[in-house]
């Protein structure tokens, strides 16, 4: 019975931590085009004491994280960050200080996107969001959505190439690969070339 008692009061505490936790964590708009990279933002509201904190992204198809180039930010001094590729495609981040130094508001971390050339708009999700202050006791949080823009790289003009596309001939109606130095029919026109 005193078992029982015990799982009990350590559920209702769980369950207490949980719905008593405020901490967000926010990501802004990625804006960008294909075969870029974009940063995303993840930043920390209402800290809450936390000393740890861990997140999973996930982002849409032909979109990557370069998981060497993510930084810290000034939310978390005096801390250590580990972000791992899962299985599953999406990314495993973990912020945490061996001397129980506490989080605060502000930026959490920089997050370098890189947006492949078959990338298309889409949102992104931080979810299973969990932190820990120094007594060991871990909160659950909301998930959080940001949207990704992404936009083609703009294309200035299209020059035709009319060798190709017509059929070249010399004088005496054999067809030729490419247009020689001379009299050439292009296209039923007459063309001199000078090379």
Same mark, same amino acid.
């Given at each position: 019975?005193?078992? @029982?008692?015990?799982?009990?009061? %350590?559920?209702?505490?769980?369950?207490?931590?949980? !719905?008593?936790?405020?901490?967000?964590?926010?990501?802004?708009?990625? /804006?960008?085009?294909?075969? /870029?990279?974009a940063t995303l933002?993840?930043s920390l509201a209402?800290?809450?004491s936390a000393t &740890? @904190?861990?997140?999973? =992204?996930?982002?849409?198809?032909?979109?990557?994280?370069?998981?060497? *180039?993510?930084?810290?930010?000034?939310?978390?001094?005096?801390?250590? =960050?580990?972000?791992?590729?899962?299985?599953?495609?999406?990314?495993?981040?973990?912020?945490?200080?061996?001397?129980?130094? /506490?989080? !605060?508001?502000? %930026? =959490?971390? %920089?997050?370098?996107?890189?947006?492949?050339?078959?990338?298309?708009? *889409?949102? *992104?999700?931080?979810?299973?969001?969990?932190?820990?202050?120094?007594? &060991?006791?871990?909160?659950?949080? /909301?998930?959080?959505?940001?949207?990704? !823009?992404?936009?083609?790289?703009? !294309?200035?003009?299209?020059?035709?190439?009319?060798?190709?596309?017509?059929?070249?001939?010399?004088?005496? *109606?054999?067809?030729?690969?490419?247009?020689?130095?001379?009299?050439?029919?292009?296209?039923?026109?007459?063309?001199?070339?000078?090379?």
């Amino acid at each position: 019975m005193n078992a @029982l008692y015990k799982l009990f009061n %350590t559920f209702a505490l769980t369950v207490i931590a949980v !719905v008593a936790s405020a901490q967000t964590l926010s990501a802004g708009t990625i /804006e960008a085009n294909v075969g /870029e990279q974009a940063t995303l933002t993840v930043s920390l509201a209402d800290a809450a004491s936390a000393t &740890a @904190l861990q997140f999973n =992204l996930s982002l849409p198809a032909n979109m990557t994280v370069n998981e060497s *180039g993510c930084v810290l930010g000034n939310a978390a001094t005096n801390h250590t =960050l580990s972000v791992n590729k899962m299985d599953n495609g999406d990314y495993l981040f973990v912020v945490y200080s061996m001397d129980f130094t /506490e989080l !605060v508001d502000g %930026t =959490l971390l %920089t997050v370098p996107v890189s947006i492949g050339n078959d990338a298309v708009s *889409g949102n *992104g999700v931080l979810y299973t969001i969990r932190s820990s202050k120094s007594d &060991a006791v871990s909160h659950q949080h /909301e998930n959080a959505s940001f949207a990704i !823009v992404v936009g083609t790289t703009a !294309v200035d003009g299209i020059t035709v190439n009319k060798w190709k596309q017509d059929a070249v001939y010399n004088l005496k *109606g054999q067809k030729l690969a490419v247009p020689r130095k001379g009299l050439n029919i292009i296209g039923r026109k007459k063309l001199v070339v000078i090379k």
